[in-house]
């Protein structure tokens, strides 16, 4: 694959589909989970995305059930819970593994491009962020607990 916007990814719905339609958008890409210590970063993932969208941003969340089984649900409780709790509606994909031989290709190409503390590749936790410039170019990645709110200035910069 010779960009980010060529791989594959799974919608909620099942369908599968590229990163393409986002080409041009400046991405913040997230592992997230309903039943975790970070799950109250909805809020600000879902601010961010409302406060940018306007400008060409977008957040896309990938639900992960491989760190203390803490997104146990099926995509349809996912969003409901992400709707009815956290009034979300930046994009959830199909849950996903972002580790191991069965990592999806989206995170196994952010982890291998975006190096973790001491040069690791595994994502730790659930949302972990990765953030993508207009062109497709991976700006940074940042540990779970950076807030969303932490992350608007590098957001501006690369939406300007």
Same mark, same amino acid.
């Given at each position: @694959?010779?960009? %980010?916007?060529?791989?594959p990814v799974q919608t909620a719905s099942g369908e599968i589909k590229t990163l393409s339609e986002y080409r041009g958008?400046? @991405?913040? %890409?997230?592992?997230?989970?309903?039943?975790?210590?970070?799950? &109250?970063?909805?809020?600000?993932?879902?601010?961010?995305? $409302?406060?940018?969208?306007?400008?060409? *941003? #977008?957040?896309?969340? !990938?639900?992960?059930?491989? *760190?203390?089984?803490?997104?146990?649900?099926?995509?349809?409780?996912?969003?409901?819970?992400?709707?009815?709790?956290?009034? #979300?509606?930046? &994009?959830?994909?199909?849950?996903?593994?972002?580790?191991?031989?069965?990592?999806?290709?989206? *995170?196994?190409?952010?982890?291998? #491009?975006?190096?973790? #503390?001491?040069?690791?590749?595994? %994502?730790?936790?659930? !949302?972990?962020?990765?953030?993508?410039? $207009?062109?497709?170019?991976?700006?940074? $990645?940042?540990? &779970?607990?950076?807030?969303?709110?932490?992350?608007?200035?590098?957001?501006?910069?690369?939406?300007?």
């Amino acid at each position: @694959m010779s960009t %980010i916007y060529e791989i594959p990814v799974q919608t909620a719905s099942g369908e599968i589909k590229t990163l393409s339609e986002y080409r041009g958008q400046v @991405m913040l %890409i997230v592992n997230t989970a309903s039943k975790c210590g970070f799950t &109250p970063q909805y809020h600000g993932l879902e601010a961010l995305y $409302r406060k940018y969208s306007s400008q060409g *941003f #977008v957040v896309l969340g !990938f639900p992960c059930n491989q *760190f203390g089984s803490q997104e146990p649900g099926d995509i349809t409780e996912i969003q409901n819970f992400c709707s009815l709790t956290y009034d #979300v509606t930046f &994009p959830l994909f199909a849950k996903i593994n972002v580790n191991g031989s069965d990592a999806s290709p989206l *995170f196994q190409h952010l982890k291998s #491009v975006a190096k973790g #503390v001491l040069g690791s590749e595994a %994502i730790k936790w659930n !949302f972990t962020k990765f953030l993508v410039d $207009r062109h497709g170019t991976v700006l940074g $990645r940042y540990a &779970p607990t950076t807030t969303p709110e932490s992350l608007e200035k590098d957001i501006e910069a690369a939406l300007h």
